[in-house]
């Protein structure tokens, strides 16, 4: 089986940083594309940062520039780098991976149970 797990939120002030990760475990032949995605109470559910297996990212407008994903391939595992955070970044976290148990696999995607970051005074 595989397992995503989230580790690194928190409560910090307006203008602190967090580090979120997100550590890929069991069977795992390769990871492509992997994300960061966050729900704040009801909204939808939003892509925050995504990241290739070769590097290439994309953000969301309202963090561009504040946050940094990363990965290390040889871990299976991502990071994202939170800075300047604002009270509108409160949200429940979710990584998602899109991966191959087996060289023959097809691409599934999983998601991670999430990691709450609140922002607050």
């Known amino acids: 089986q595989v397992q995503l797990v989230e580790s690194g939120g928190g409560l910090v002030q307006p203008g602190g940083s967090l580090r979120l990760s997100c550590a890929g475990s069991?069977?795992?032949?390769?990871?492509?594309?992997m994300g960061w995605y966050r729900q704040a109470p009801g909204k939808q559910r939003e892509m925050v940062a995504d990241?290739?297996?070769?590097?290439?990212?994309n953000y969301l407008d309202s963090v561009k520039g504040r946050f940094t994903i990363s990965r290390d391939n040889t871990k299976n595992t991502m990071y994202l780098q939170m800075n300047s955070l604002q009270a509108e970044d409160t949200a429940v976290y979710y990584c998602n991976a899109a991966l191959r148990m087996y060289a023959t696999s097809p691409l599934r995607i999983y998601w991670g149970q999430g990691t709450q970051v609140t922002v607050s005074s």
């Open positions: 990241i290739t297996r070769s590097g290439n990212t």
């Open positions: 069991g069977n795992i032949f390769s990871v492509d594309v």
